[in-house]
Every structure is written in structure tokens, then in C-alpha cells.
């Protein structure tokens, strides 16, 4: 089946450094590529939608100046943290569609990155 | 926009018993309800899926079921068993290549 692989599983930043997550769908074209963020015993938010080629959508409340999400292929996307602050320790979590799914396909996830900004 | 949500927040059963969990959404333009299982420190799993246009849909010891006209779905597993201890979670959407709104999941916890 479809799968999504997730760079880095957990990574751990200073104070005002920049970090960046990789999704890449390993078998499939990823039109559109979803990422949310996920605090301690909540729910996934989506932060952001992005098809290839174009730029992202952001959900109201999220900076896109501070989460810069690239989706340059079909098979990767990128979400850089940039001056990541404690309060950005998350864990974010990437979601694929595959551009030939059709409507009775679902939605693939990686396996999350567990971000800490100390 | 579209809300989902989730009751209950946790659920503590015997192994052997039975689980349900309800949702219900807002928009009666989604048609595509899927429901994920969560382990600790991993990204959702899908266990099972439901469309517009079915009422019912069962795997083995998992099923689903719809009431469009109420808006709710409702996920079911029989026979528990500790590995199904987890964080559950539905979620809906639109359709083709629109976004998924998840509820605010449930935690199940299974005793041997």
C-alpha cells in the first residue's frame, strides 16, 4: 500500500534555530499534502494544505512566515520551523493524497516528528 | 467550517467486552468518514472507513456505521483486546482532495 516516510522521527533545537521535517511518499505521486500538529493528549490540527507546485494554504492562526512548507515535487514536502521557540515543541505529523487515488482512496500518514526546542 | 465531535473521551472496558465510539459532524457536505488508531509517539493508522452512500461497513471484529440524516457515525469493536488499547480518533471530510477535520479522540483502554 501507499506509504509516507517521515524525517527525522524526534529532533531536539535550541532557542531560535530553524528545523525541517521531510515527507516523501515512497510509491505514489502526492498531489496534496497536508500537515498538522499535534500537542500532548489533543488532537491533530491541520496547520496547512500544499499541492505541488503552489503555495500553501495556511488554517487561520498559523504563521506561514514561521512554518514554510515546500512542496517542490510530487514526492516530498518539506515544513521548516523557522526561530522555533519552546512553545513549538509538537509533534507534526505529515498526510498524503495520492494524485491516482480516486474518491474511494483514503488519506496516508508519516509517522510523525516529535520536535523539542529547548 | 466543518466540526466533529468525539465522545467519549475515555473508555475503560474488560477484555472480551465490547467498545463504541460516537461522532457526529456539522456539515452534511462531507461524505467521507474515516477512523485511525493512534499509538503513542506514531501517526494515525487507518482501521476503517466509511462513504456517504453506505450505512454499514464491517472488518472482523471492527465496524461502522452512518446516520447521515442525524449526522453522526459510530465506530464498534467486539471483542477487545489489550493490543487495541490506543487513542482513537475519527474524522470527516469532504471528499476527493479536501481537508480532513479530526474529532478530539478517544483513549481505550483495554484490561487483560
Known amino acids: 500500500g501507499a506509504v509516507v516516510s517521515q524525517h527525522p522521527s524526534w529532533v531536539i533545537c535550541k532557542s531560535g534555530t530553524s528545523v525541517k521535517i521531510e515527507c516523501r511518499s515512497l510509491?505514489?505521486?502526492?498531489?496534496?499534502m497536508f500537515w498538522y500538529r499535534q500537542f500532548p493528549k489533543q488532537s491533530l490540527m491541520l496547520m496547512a494544505t500544499?499541492?505541488?507546485?503552489?503555495?500553501?494554504?495556511?488554517e487561520q492562526g498559523v504563521e506561514k512566515d514561521k512554518f514554510l512548507i515546500n512542496h517542490a515535487s510530487l514526492t516530498l514536502s518539506t515544513l521548516t520551523v523557522t526561530s522555533a521557540h519552546p512553545e513549538d515543541s509538537s509533534f507534526y505529523i505529515c498526510?498524503?493524497?495520492?494524485?491516482?487515488?480516486?474518491?474511494?482512496?483514503?488519506?496516508?500518514f508519516g509517522s510523525g516528528t516529535r520536535l523539542t526546542v529547548v | 467550517g466543518e466540526n466533529v465531535e468525539q465522545h467519549p473521551s475515555t473508555l475503560s472496558v474488560q477484555e472480551g467486552d465490547s467498545a463504541v465510539i460516537k461522532c457526529t459532524y456539522s456539515?452534511?457536505?462531507?461524505?467521507?468518514f474515516p477512523w485511525y488508531k493512534q499509538e503513542l509517539g506514531k501517526g494515525p493508522q487507518l482501521i476503517i472507513d466509511?462513504?456517504?452512500?453506505?450505512g454499514e461497513k464491517k472488518d472482523q471484529r471492527i465496524a461502522v456505521t452512518l446516520n447521515k440524516t442525524a449526522k453522526h457515525f459510530s465506530l464498534h469493536i467486539t471483542e477487545t483486546q489489550p493490543e487495541d488499547s490506543a487513542v482513537y480518533f475519527c474524522?470527516?471530510?469532504?471528499?476527493?482532495?479536501?481537508?480532513?477535520?479530526f474529532g478530539t479522540g478517544t483513549r481505550l483502554l483495554v484490561s487483560p
Open positions: 500544499s499541492n505541488e507546485g503552489s503555495k500553501a494554504t495556511y
Open positions: 498526510s498524503a493524497r495520492n494524485q491516482g487515488q480516486g474518491p474511494a482512496q483514503g488519506y496516508t
Open positions: 474524522a470527516a471530510s469532504k471528499g476527493g482532495f479536501q481537508k480532513l477535520v
Open positions: 456539515d452534511s457536505a462531507s461524505n467521507y
Open positions: 466509511i462513504r456517504s452512500n453506505v
Open positions: 510509491d505514489f505521486q502526492a498531489t496534496t
